[in-house]
């Protein structure tokens, strides 16, 4: 049976509008989209003028040391900012440094010492013309003075000549009054030791022994500004493989430590 014209067309357009609803929420999303863009939009552009009115503040705060923690004024106004710009000198709120400790002076004074003591050095070097025998540096442990074995010892033997007291009794009078450790190490080259000494480890360590005495016996120094060791020929100075190399690695070093004694 057929269904009554006007009935049909009813449920035609119902279908029509079921159909075309999905454009309504679509509507909905564009618009949404479009808001959310301009108003990211508006949030990259940056007011230039109050950018720099803000960071101009903050700098200014932290030269000025003032402080929100500290219940400090903080970021300010334009005739503040204006104000802290070029704070005058007794409102920078700079703190006066703190003292130094004991230690601390103690060690500016070693290095004061240290400076005056090679300067005396290179002048002692420079008056007597040793240049070719003695050798001095500023090393990150201390003033190295590098002692030649030429005039020191005859060859293979730890035994000290006569020339080298001048030089000996200089450097202990200068060590009289130091406050560190003075460190002696005796080096050979690599060539066997001679018939006196087993090997070059007995030689070097009797050569910085024999320096050490000197400093002991001869010149009175307390004991306890030294130590000795030595060290044979592992640690090279130059190449071994000629003779002026090898003259270079025969020697004594003697080093004012940069260390405070107890």
């Known amino acids: 049976m057929r269904q009554p014209i006007r009935k049909r067309r009813r449920k035609q357009n119902a279908g029509g509008d079921q159909r075309d609803r999905w454009m309504i929420t679509y509507a909905d999303l564009i618009t949404l989209l479009l808001i959310f863009f301009v108003v990211m939009y508006a949030m990259s552009r940056l007011d230039t003028e ?3 009115l803000v960071t101009d503040s903050l700098q200014s705060t932290f030269r000025s040391g003032d402080s929100i923690l500290e219940q400090g004024s903080g970021l300010t106004g334009t005739a503040d900012t204006e104000k802290h710009k070029n704070p005058p000198p007794a409102a920078t709120g700079e703190k006066d440094p703190e003292p130094m400790t004991e230690r601390e002076l103690a060690f500016r004074k070693q290095e004061e010492e240290l400076a005056e003591f090679m300067n005396i050095i290179k002048q002692y070097v420079q008056d007597n013309q040793l240049h070719n025998d003695i050798f001095i540096s500023d090393e990150p442990q ?5 002692l030649s074995d030429r005039f020191l ?16 009794s200089k450097l202990a009078s200068l060590f009289r009054d130091l406050n560190t450790t ?6 050979t080259d690599n060539v066997p030791a001679g018939p006196f000494y087993k090997d070059n480890w007995e030689l070097s360590g009797a050569r910085a022994m024999s320096v050490l005495r000197y400093f002991l016996d001869v010149s009175k120094l307390s004991p306890d500004i030294f130590q000795y060791a030595g060290y044979a020929d592992t640690r090279p100075a130059s190449d071994n493989t000629t003779a002026q190399g090898r003259q270079k690695n ?6 004012v430590l940069r260390q405070l004694r107890q």
């Open 50 to 52: 109050k950018y720099k």
């Open 182 to 187: 003075v460190s002696i190490e005796g080096h």
């Open 250 to 255: 025969r020697r004594v070093e003697i080093t």
């Open 142 to 146: 201390g003033i190295a003075i590098t």
């Open 153 to 168: 010892f005859d060859p293979g033997q730890a035994e000290l000549k006569e020339g080298a007291d001048p030089v000996l």
